[in-house]
């Protein structure tokens, strides 16, 4: 029996970050794709991205312009991306506007000059922006047989001069059914722009892509002063978790919690640390982050209520020396306060902080400064990315500490506002007590999966030092409340009933 040999079809690079593992590796060569959407929804930066990654003067990019901006007015704002490269203009990258010839001689007259540009140039990429323009006038006039047999003759002269070609349009979903154009694509790039309440979201879908499997689904993407940059729906949930022969377990910087906890936080756990304002969380995750870079393990602080500059200043009041990791490099403090943050978008930026520090530890300070630095329809879904970032991350052995602000009833003692304390395998409970008339401070283990903790409740101190932990509070029941009575001030009957609890 002949085996089936395929034939391989290579993949180009877009040059947009996160947009290959989109699409499965890159785009397909020689393929004939769409990009559409409305307008402001960074059509034409995407091509412009991917044509300054991809020609030469070898192989050059031609861009053709049908009744929309001029070249000019377009690469006076084009210019402003850095990945514009005014180096390859007129050589590697040509522009050709075909307005005229679509008024003189409609279809035909567009058709053929395209043909005559093709041939003498013999580009690796074509676009054509925009490219409904070019078919509006025959599709108002219901010449439908006149607009499949145009695209399909461009198609076939752009595939057989090997060419990768996108055509850019102002399409709505609306014509997806009945639009030949999209019939005749190889790849169906689709760009959504929303106002969120007071954020703009952006996300793009890849509707269509023959020949390979792109990721589905919607994907969060932002312009910047670099261009387009997207993020997968699955970024970090691919590629196989990283195991350890033995539990290592990393010291929290406070010798007697790493007692309560075992032996210290075990290395690729998820920790969350909650309590009300001012009781020491951010304090705690500070010493975490400080233990961290004296064992040589470097870290990350992902903050979202202070710059860091003021993240690194209060730590060295409690004589915590921060600064100097950040000079070195073993120490990064991310910050974004966007109010339209996407969870991927945050992930991608730890991602990277990974692969330039190589850290070990990660500090998410708070969580509900995170979730307010979200785009409101973000934080719809918040508990479940959360989830998908705290998996992608440990996965690949980062051991994470979150901080959780906890309102106080003194009645109940509540470990997460998000109900996801089944997302985190270990959580550290702090809270304030009233005993004697004084207001104390008070932390205990709650949970700790694989491992046998502590299970005291036990005082401790904000000192000039840090966190320091005191013994264990036996003279007191109800502690857990906020409101404990000393058991010198209960009667025979009342310490029964309490044993019986």
Known sequence: MNEHKRVKINQLRTGVPGLDEVLGGGLPEFSFNIIAGAPGCGKTTLAHQFIFANATPERPALYFTVLGEPALKMLRYQQQ???????????????????????????????????????????????????????????????????????????LLLTSWEATTFLIGEYSELELRDNPVFTVADGLFWLFQQVDRNSVVRKMQIMKLRGQASVPGLHTFRITEAGLQAFSRTLGLVGARKTFSTVKRLSMGIPALDEMMGGGVPEGDSLLIAGSSGTGKSLMATQFLAAGIRAGEPGIAAVFEERPNEYTARASEFGLDLQTALSEGSLEVIYLRPLDLSVDEMMQEILDAVKRTGAKRLVIDSLAGFEMALAPSFRTDFRESLYRMIFALTAIGITILSTLEMPETFTELSFSSYSISFLTDDIIRMRYVEIDGELCQIMMVVKMRRTAHSREIRKYEITTEGVVIGERLKNYVDLITGIPQPLSALSSEDLLLNRKA
């Open 81 to 155: 991306f850095t990945f514009f490269d005014a180096t390859k203009l007129n050589n590697a990258v040509r522009f050709v506007n075909l307005s005229q010839d679509l008024v003189e001689r409609g279809l035909e007259g567009v058709l053929a000059e395209i043909s005559k540009q093709v041939e003498a140039a013999n580009p690796s990429i074509v676009v054509v922006d925009s490219f409904r323009t070019v078919l509006r006038s025959e599709m108002l006039e219901g010449k439908n047989m006149a607009v499949q047999t145009f695209v399909q003759q461009l198609a």
